[in-house]
């Protein structure tokens, strides 16, 4: 056997140190594997069931960065904050998010995506409630920290469960749909504080933003659970009783006696060690540090957005921004609107790039693209232009935040995804902190100092992109470990 050669338990009954699978059902002409079984079945009502449901329980994701944005001026005149005080409540939003991404992949991994799911959603909407009637700043604090770890947990695991019920050449629909709506989420959020965050509060305002919650919860009880999570966990009878159900819904037949191949549990699901097997090792680092430097850019920018567009930074005679009680003027909501809606726009042609051409190159051209639109940003000529290179900046972000997402879940076997995009997004939520602790130190010395620290992490993350070399595009999703025997 060649050093190259790789053993897909597949394809081949073979042991390991996470677990075994079980002896292949003889071909009797209805036995299938996932892949099989999801192209008899078809993409039809089934899938768009689910996923509305499933879009909307990530409709959350993204939406606190933009609302905390939005309604951190208010808190600063009402519970006078310090800057300190101020950094805290973002740095603790994605400190809980990457770490409970990691603990509740495994946890999804192991137990199901369904439960994950039931907990974050409940405990997202005990928080917003919690928020919106905070009596002091502390307690506001801790529930937005509480909403940090139920996000975490939630969006990676509802990317996974997206893939997992269609098809290999529908993921990326799929995923695309589901990234789409928290891109909407949040340009919706920025539209509905133009016409009531002055009018109705910033209590009422999260309440308002947060109701979608309510119908997300409910409506997950009808969601099945992941047939590939059932067949790695040795549950066949519920995987096809699962597949049974969408083909029902699609109007199709799945003949009475038909099997799955590989149908035994595998053992250790949810290994953080798996990540770093031979076959997944290069992948794992090169995808940390590009998710890293894009989620600098990105969550912090949101933050940097309202900031700079409300102060005197540009479009004023006094250059020097100021750190006051101010509440967010129309016109900066306005600007901040035109500006965020970059990132659905960003979103759609990127996905266009990668369905129809490469994930490589998409990667490629969108850190590129982000790295030349920062370094415009240097100079603020007038707040047209800036507005329209703040467009730009997010345009790049938000695309190459999509085919990362789509990579990440390409890359790894269902033993392990929502672990792997656990682990990844832990370490892009280190890239997170470290840019809104960057932005609340250098903006108020010279908002030019916070853009630096922007380019250098989309240099880091365009330098991964072209190391990077893996494309996934044509590949099917595996259930189970790829072993690259020594």
């Not at 519970?79 to 409970?100: D, K, N, P, Q, R």
Request: proline share 3%; hydrophobic share 50%; net charge neutral.
């Amino acid at each position: 056997m060649s050093d190259k050669e790789v053993l897909t338990p597949d394809s081949a009954n073979r042991p390991s140190q996470y677990g075994t699978t079980s002896e292949v059902p003889p071909n009797n002409g209805s036995t299938y594997t996932l892949n099989e079984a999801y192209t008899k079945i078809g993409f039809g009502t089934a899938q768009r069931i689910y996923w509305a449901i499933l879009m909307l329980a990530a409709f959350m994701d993204q939406i606190e960065q933009a609302m905390l944005s939005l309604i951190i001026p208010f808190l600063k005149c009402e519970w006078h904050l310090t800057i300190l005080f101020e950094g805290s409540i973002m740095t603790a939003v994605f400190v809980l998010y990457g770490i409970s991404g990691l603990l509740c992949g495994q946890i999804s991994d192991k137990f199901g995506r369904k439960v994950v799911l039931y907990f974050t959603l409940s405990t997202l909407a005990i928080a917003a409630v919690g928020s919106a009637t905070a009596t002091n700043k502390w307690v506001f604090l801790v529930f937005r920290g509480v909403t940090g770890a139920a996000m975490g947990a939630n969006f990676a695991v509802v990317v996974s469960f997206t893939s997992e019920l269609v098809e290999s050449n529908k993921r990326a629909i799929g995923v695309t749909l589901i990234i789409f709506v928290t891109k909407v989420g949040m340009f919706l959020t920025v539209i509905i504080a133009y016409f009531l965050l002055n009018l109705v509060g910033w209590r009422a305002f999260i309440l308002i933003i947060s109701s979608p919650l309510v119908p997300a919860i409910v409506l997950i009880c009808f969601l099945p659970e992941s047939p590939r999570v059932l067949l790695v966990s040795g549950k066949r009878e519920e995987a096809k009783l699962a597949l049974r159900r969408m083909a029902e819904l699609n109007g199709k037949e799945l003949e009475p006696d038909f099997e799955l191949e590989h149908g035994a549990e595998v053992e250790d699901r949810g290994e953080v060690g798996m990540l770093f097997l031979p076959e997944y090792r290069r992948e794992t680092i090169l995808l940390s540090v590009i998710y890293g430097g894009n989620i600098l850019v990105f969550l912090s920018f949101l933050l940097f957005l309202p900031m700079a567009l409300n102060s005197k930074w540009c479009g004023g005679t006094d250059r020097t921004p100021t750190y006051k009680c101010r509440r967010m003027e129309q016109a900066s909501l306005l600007r901040i609107s035109i500006a965020t809606s970059g990132t659905v726009i960003g979103l759609v042609i990127a996905f266009l790039l990668v369905d129809q051409v490469s994930r490589v190159a998409g990667l490629r051209v969108y850190a590129a693209g982000l790295l030349l639109s920062l370094i415009c940003l240097f100079k603020c000529i007038n707040p047209t232009i800036t507005t329209t290179l703040m467009f730009a900046v997010l345009f790049f972000a938000s695309g190459q935040n999509l085919i990362i997402w789509i990579v990440m879940l390409e890359n790894y076997p269902t033993v392990c995804r929502t672990t792997a995009m656990g682990f990844i997004n832990l370490w892009g939520k280190v890239g997170g902190v470290t840019g809104c602790v960057g932005v609340y130190l250098f903006f108020y010395i010279s908002p030019a100092y916070v853009i630096g620290m922007y380019v250098a992490a989309a240099l880091a993350a365009l330098i991964g992109s072209l190391i990077y070399s893996k494309e996934t595009r044509d590949i099917q999703l595996s259930d189970t470990l790829r072993l690259v025997s020594e």
